[in-house]
Each structure stands twice: as structure tokens, then as C-alpha cells.
Nanobody
Framework: QVQLVESGGASVQSGGSLRLSCVATGYIRSRFNVMAWFRQAPGKEREGVAV???????SYDESVKGRFTISQDSAKNTLYLGMNGLKPEDTAMYYC?????????????????WGQGTQVTVSS
């Protein structure tokens, strides 16, 4: 069974930087075609932040373009999210997700494997 474990969340000041990590354990080779980062703030729906396709293509939500970078280290089975220029509106629980057949890459229901989340809090 595949498990995703996130880490790296913290409390930072506005303008600060963080790097989130998501380690995949279990039999994962050829299991997923798409991995992504989502986030969910209190009282809001879960939203897609960044997507990494197995062919190396990346996609970003407009709200984080130019500030966040998604990357993958296949050898370490780890997905990363580099976050610069953090803003208070980036405050949320951040989740790593993986899916095999994903049509709408920013739709949570397209993903079948999720991590437990890591909290990011940005103060002004």
C-alpha cells in the first residue's frame, strides 16, 4: 500500500520561504502519473496549488505562479514544493496527492492517494 507523508510546514513571517516535502513509501513505481500539492484553509474548499506530471511538466495555480516551485526527486521518491514570497493568504494545511488517471489536474476528486497534511502559517 502506498503512503504519502508530508513535512516542512511551519510558521513564518510574510515574505518568508519554506520547502515542503512529500515522501512516498510502498510500491510506487509506475503507480502514479500525476502528483500534486493542494491546500485547504479553514472554512474553504481544498484547492490545487501545483501539479507535477510524470513527463516532467508542471502546472501552477495563478495565485502562486512565480512564487512556488514544484519538483520531484525520483530516486528519493520525494515531491517538493518550494515556496517563496509567502503571504498571509497562503496560510493553510498543505496536502500531497497522487493519481494515475487524472483529467482535471486541479480537482481533488481526481486523486486517489493523499497524505495527512502539513500546516503552513504566514503572519503579516
Amino acid at each position: 500500500q502506498v503512503q504519502l507523508v508530508e513535512s516542512g510546514g511551519a510558521s513564518v513571517q510574510s515574505g518568508g520561504s519554506l520547502r515542503l516535502s512529500c515522501v512516498a513509501t510502498g510500491y510506487i513505481r509506475s503507480r502514479f502519473n500525476v502528483m500534486a500539492w493542494f491546500r485547504q484553509a479553514p472554512g474553504k474548499e481544498r484547492e490545487g496549488v501545483a501539479v507535477f506530471d510524470s513527463d516532467g511538466r508542471t502546472s501552477y495555480d495563478e495565485s502562486v505562479k512565480g512564487r512556488f516551485t514544484i519538483s520531484q526527486d525520483s530516486a528519493k521518491n520525494t515531491l517538493y514544493l518550494g515556496m517563496n514570497g509567502l503571504k498571509p493568504e497562503d496560510t493553510a494545511m498543505y496536502y500531497c496527492a497522487a493519481g494515475r488517471y487524472v483529467a482535471d489536474r486541479f480537482l481533488p476528486s481526481e486523486y486517489d492517494t493523499w497524505g495527512q497534511g502539513t500546516q503552513v502559517t504566514v503572519s503579516s
